[in-house]
């Protein structure tokens, strides 16, 4: 019988200073297309809970700010929502009863590890969002639900055409 192999990790620090000190999501996707992946991550600041979100460009780990937009963008997902082969970067703002008209963001990647910015919604917080194809479209739609004090659960169809 052969003996487990034990796992073995090696930790480094990519960034040893980031913008906030809450730093809320993490996610990877190849978004400058060398086939590398990179690094994502979504941060704010408590309070006023001013949002970043960054990029950490694969290998020297160089950070590229995406945005300095959201409040509080806990909600994170990378996937291609306009079918064009590039990554996208879904970002959903928390509402949390005081922030009164939160955004839901899509940027687009241009695949060249820039973005472009566009709001799908307005007034409708959300948290912890999934994105999948409902109803088998060939489309990513977003379901989510708020953190709270909203007591919901949200569907937005993508209607790309
Ligand atoms: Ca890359
Ligand atoms: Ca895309």
Not at 16 to 27: E, F
Not at 117 to 123: F, K, L, N, P, Y
Not at 128 to 153: R, S, Y
Request: a negative charge; hydrophobic letters at 35%; proline letters at 5%.
């Amino acid at each position: 019988m052969t003996k487990e192999k034990r796992l073995r990790f090696e930790h480094t620090v990519i960034d040893d200073k980031t913008l906030t000190t809450g730093n809320s999501v993490c996610l990877v996707a190849d978004v400058n297309g060398n086939g590398f992946v990179d690094v994502i991550v979504g941060s704010y600041t408590s309070p006023p809970e001013e949002g970043y979100l960054v990029w950490y460009e694969y290998s020297d780990w160089k950070m590229h700010i995406i945005t300095d937009e959201p409040f509080n963008p806990h909600i994170l997902a990378v996937a291609d929502f306009n079918n064009d082969g590039h990554m996208d970067i879904f970002v959903g703002e928390m509402g949390l009863g005081r922030h009164l008209n939160p955004r839901l963001f899509i940027y687009l990647g241009n695949g060249d590890g820039s973005f472009d910015e566009q709001i799908i919604d307005r007034g409708n917080p959300t948290h912890e969002a999934k994105i999948t194809d409902i109803g088998n479209t060939g489309a990513l739609d977003i379901v989510g639900k708020p953190f709270k004090p909203k007591t919901q659960v949200d569907l937005w169809k993508n209607m790309t055409g």
